[in-house]
Nanobody, 120 residues
């Protein structure tokens, strides 16, 4: 299983970015997908997750600003990020799990990460 994340970049506070993650190697629809982030000097934390049927969950700090979605026909999961804040600056990772999970250790497959930098 391979995950390829893209879409990061530099954006001003209040701006938007959309991250994409393409999954190959196995039936995409069988995976529970998550987006994580890791800021400098901090641990990796979950941002959002989406189940096989499209059910979603978000960490409190991004609720109302970020939207996770998936397109099973394109083997792709997205993270639409609006109203970005400087504290959203981090490397963002997509990850796949065969089980419903929100903890880092539950995800077996990881993308390479894409850097999001939000300037004030």
């Amino acid at each position: 299983v391979q995950l390829q994340a893209s879409g990061g970049g530099l954006v001003q506070a209040g701006g938007s970015l959309r991250l994409s993650c393409v999954v190959s190697g196995r039936t995409f629809s069988s995976y529970f997908m998550g987006w994580f982030r890791q800021a400098p000097g901090k641990g990796r934390e979950i941002v959002a997750a989406i189940g096989w049927s499209g059910s979603t969950s978000y960490t409190d700090s991004v609720k109302g600003r970020f939207t996770i979605s998936r397109d099973n026909t394109k083997n792709t999961v997205y993270l639409q990020m609006n109203s970005l804040k400087p504290e959203d600056t981090a490397v963002y990772y997509c990850a796949a799990s065969l089980n419903m999970a929100t903890s880092v250790n539950a995800y077996a497959y990881w993308g390479q990460g894409t850097l999001v930098t939000v300037s004030s």
